[in-house]
């Protein structure tokens, strides 16, 4: 396409678009598809309805609800708004009165369910006189931040006009319609598809996704492809990694780790929810493993530290103990097979941290007679866990450890919607989980 577009000066990307109406199979983004400032109106529109042809394949399905809630949100910062208002001052006195009383209206603005009458009003005649701005001065290139002003407000009011209650206000410092529930907006596009298929392995519980999903169909679940025997799944049922508690149990969380990890000699990946404790655990633990090469994540990885982090799970030497965050680039999308990960140490739910959003959420979902805990905090959290497990059996001839630190695994909910393949076994110390280690490593060689 690239080659094709050269040759006839044209855009590349309109190129693909124009190639896409006559291609069997097309792989994009979600927000191709979903999102209704990138998606593809001629195959996903109001154009389309009624005669489209396409059935959607939408893989790893966890991540759509979430993803869904940022693409039908909108957000404006008064900050930047008060920043274009000042740039605009020069050209147009009316237009920088505009933009600046958007900018009032914003941080003037308090928490509620909708969007507040006077940013509405503020964002309406900002809009429309921008608008006719533009399109006067079109000659000219527009200052710098003005156009994606522009879009932000119009977004602003698009979504406002769409919502029927699925939507919060908040206002601490940037303000934004936040989408609580997408599942109605999805599916929208999904009615205008012949049919949708979403897959993934961590789909539970399903009643949960398929309302974010916007889809009441049938739910099937597969048995695991691989032999269930060949997965040590452990819980340390008596350790409590809450926030309040995670001082008195570090020394108990490091022991278990180096448990696991001196059970058999090999690579291990250990999570953590956040960066201190994985840094305290790391510290604790440092010198009892003077054998391996400790990996940490660090954030802001560019794409070579990522290659490198990974690489050394290929290299043959010293064995690897890397730190990682739940949920981090390292939790899903990567793939190590064999004796390149052996087992995986999940520390902690992964339960978000409470905000006025997952507060928010969680009304939101309890209004509609649904338990909005899970919704907000356990769902997400277990998506998470879930993922990161999934790193230590790829094929069917691997083997490895998972074992999962924290008291509420081994309790309903969540002991609930651990894979039926799993079967734990619950763990009191570390002398237990020594033995159970060397019962599976140990059977793996007789």
């Known amino acids: 396409i690239a080659a094709v577009a050269r040759e006839h000066q044209v855009c590349p990307f309109e190129l693909s678009l124009d190639a896409s109406q006559w291609a069997d199979v097309v792989v994009c983004d ?32 966890h991540q759509l609800p979430d993803r869904a809630r940022e693409m039908f949100s909108a957000l404006l910062d008064p900050v930047k708004t008060g920043q274009v208002a000042e740039l605009v001052l020069p ?3 009316h237009l920088c009165r505009l933009a600046t009383g958007m900018a009032l209206s914003l941080g003037r603005s308090a928490d509620g369910g909708n969007l507040p009458d006077e940013v509405k009003s ?3 005649e900002f809009h429309a006189f921008a608008a006719e701005w533009m399109a006067a001065n079109n000659s000219e290139e527009p200052p710098t931040g003005l156009l994606e002003l522009w879009f932000e407000a119009a977004h602003l009011l698009r979504m406002n006009a ?4 699925q939507h919060a206000w908040l206002s601490d410092g940037v303000a934004r319609l936040r989408c609580l529930d997408p599942g109605p907006f999805l599916n929208e596009t999904l009615q205008r598809a012949r049919a949708a298929v979403f897959f993934s392995a961590t789909l539970s519980p399903a009643e949960s996704f398929q309302a974010s999903l916007g889809s009441r169909g049938d739910f099937l679940q597969l048995p695991s492809p691989f032999p269930p025997e060949n997965l040590k799944v452990l819980i340390a049922r008596n350790v ?5 508690s995670r001082e008195n149990t570090l020394q108990e969380v490091a022991q278990m780790i180096r448990c696991c990890v001196q059970a058999k000699r090999g690579n291990y990946l250990l999570f953590f929810p956040s960066y201190e404790y994985l840094l305290a655990v790391e510290q604790a633990l440092r010198e009892e493993l003077p054998d391996a090469e400790i990996l940490i994540q660090t954030p802001a990885m560019n794409e070579a530290e990522r290659a490198a982090f990974i690489g050394a799970f290929r290299r043959r030497g010293r064995p690897v103990i890397a730190f990682a965050v739940l ?6 999308g990567i ?3 064999g004796e390149e990960l052996v087992g995986t140490v999940i520390v902690g739910t992964g339960l978000p941290p409470g905000s006025p959003e997952r507060e928010r959420l969680q009304q939101y979902y309890e209004a509609q007679g649904l338990d909005g805990f899970q919704f907000a905090r356990e769902i997400p959290g277990m998506v998470k866990v879930l993922q990161a497990a999934g790193r230590v059996i790829r094929s069917g001839t691997d083997a490895g450890v998972v074992l999962l630190i924290d008291s509420r695994f081994a309790k309903s909910p969540l002991r609930n919607w651990l894979p039926a393949h799993w079967d734990p076994v619950n763990i009191r110390n570390t002398e237990a989980l020594t033995s159970e280690l060397a019962a599976f490593w140990g059977s793996r060689h007789s």
């Open 335 to 337: 793939d190590l097979r």
């Open 30 to 61: 979600y927000n191709y598809v979903f999102d209704p400032r990138a998606q593809l109106k001629r195959h996903f529109g109001e154009e389309a309805a009624g005669h489209t042809r396409h059935a959607l394949l939408c893989d790893e399905a």
């Open 240 to 244: 409590d990694t809450r926030l309040s």
């Open 91 to 93: 050209l147009s006195g």
């Open 162 to 165: 769409l919502t029927d209650g």
């Open 122 to 124: 503020a964002c309406e």
């Open 327 to 332: 949920g981090g680039l390292f939790s899903e």
